[in-house]
């Protein structure tokens, strides 16, 4: 027998679908906050701090990123109260994809940073700059220039990767599709809405990247312009007596 798609129940929870959505994007955009602040700390520790900070900060890379985000998840939420730490599940899967991104943003901003050449840094010193206005001024900002495409295709990545907080009750996208299915029996339905929601969001997500890129680096747009355009030549006879080479 012939399946014949019926998508009047999916408009009927149009509403749940946006609220799905935007718990999605909520949870996104604050993990990105926070772990790019914990990547950009993990990055620095591991270029300037002492061995056992360097060494802690690679276990906290490898471990992170040699186990599923599930296993972490459940670390976070099933884990953390047995010690007597409470935390209802949308905290613990901003905690647990907070710590996920840090990790992944930690190994992509030490990229960042180690591509800056040692000169840069022996002309700050020269210029009697301390060390956090070296790291700040002469490091960081280059070091994101450098590798902030693939920062946003990570955070793009995490967008997509919290689908698997709703294993926790987190009323997210995916979460709001399973109810949804159950109450309506469209399956195919469902998760086809989902789909393409989530490639909508994956899209506005990139968008939204790519102009912050354009408005944060236009100084290096600037730069790049000037070089390619024509130099222009100054006539002989304009040339001040004595300038002429």
């Keep these: 027998m012939a399946y014949q798609l019926d998508f009047g129940p999916m408009l009927a929870h149009a509403d749940r679908f946006a609220q799905g959505a935007l718990m999605t994007l909520e949870l996104s955009f604050a993990a990105i906050a926070l772990g790019t602040l914990v990547g950009t700390a993990g990055a620095i520790a591991a270029s300037y701090g002492g061995p056992a900070l360097r060494r802690g900060v690679a276990a906290y890379v490898e471990a992170i990123r040699n186990t599923p985000f599930l296993v972490q998840l459940f670390i976070i939420f099933f884990g953390l109260p047995t010690v007597g730490l409470q935390i209802d599940a949308v905290a613990a899967a901003l905690i647990a994809m907070t710590v996920n991104l840090g990790a992944y ?73 399973s109810v949804i299915d159950s109450q309506t029996f469209r399956t195919f339905e469902s998760y086809l809405v989902v789909m393409v929601l989530y490639i909508a969001l994956a899209l506005l997500l990139r968008g939204a990247f ?35 080479s």
């Excluded at 236009?218 to 006879?237: C, D, F, I, W, Y």
């Design 105 to 177: 943003a930690t190994e992509i901003i030490r990229a960042g940073v180690q591509s800056i050449h040692r000169t840069q840094i022996e002309a700050a010193a020269a210029l009697a700059m301390t060390r956090w206005q070296t790291i700040r001024h002469v490091v960081l900002v280059p070091a994101f220039e450098k590798v902030y495409p693939a920062l946003a295709s990570q955070f793009t990545l995490m967008m997509l990767t919290s689908s698997v907080v709703s294993t926790i009750s987190v009323e997210e996208l995916t979460a709001i599709a």
């Design 210 to 244: 790519f102009l912050i890129g354009l408005f944060v680096f236009r100084r290096k747009r600037q730069v790049e312009l000037l070089k390619h355009l024509p130099r222009r030549t100054v006539p002989a006879s304009r040339l001040v007596p004595g300038e002429a």
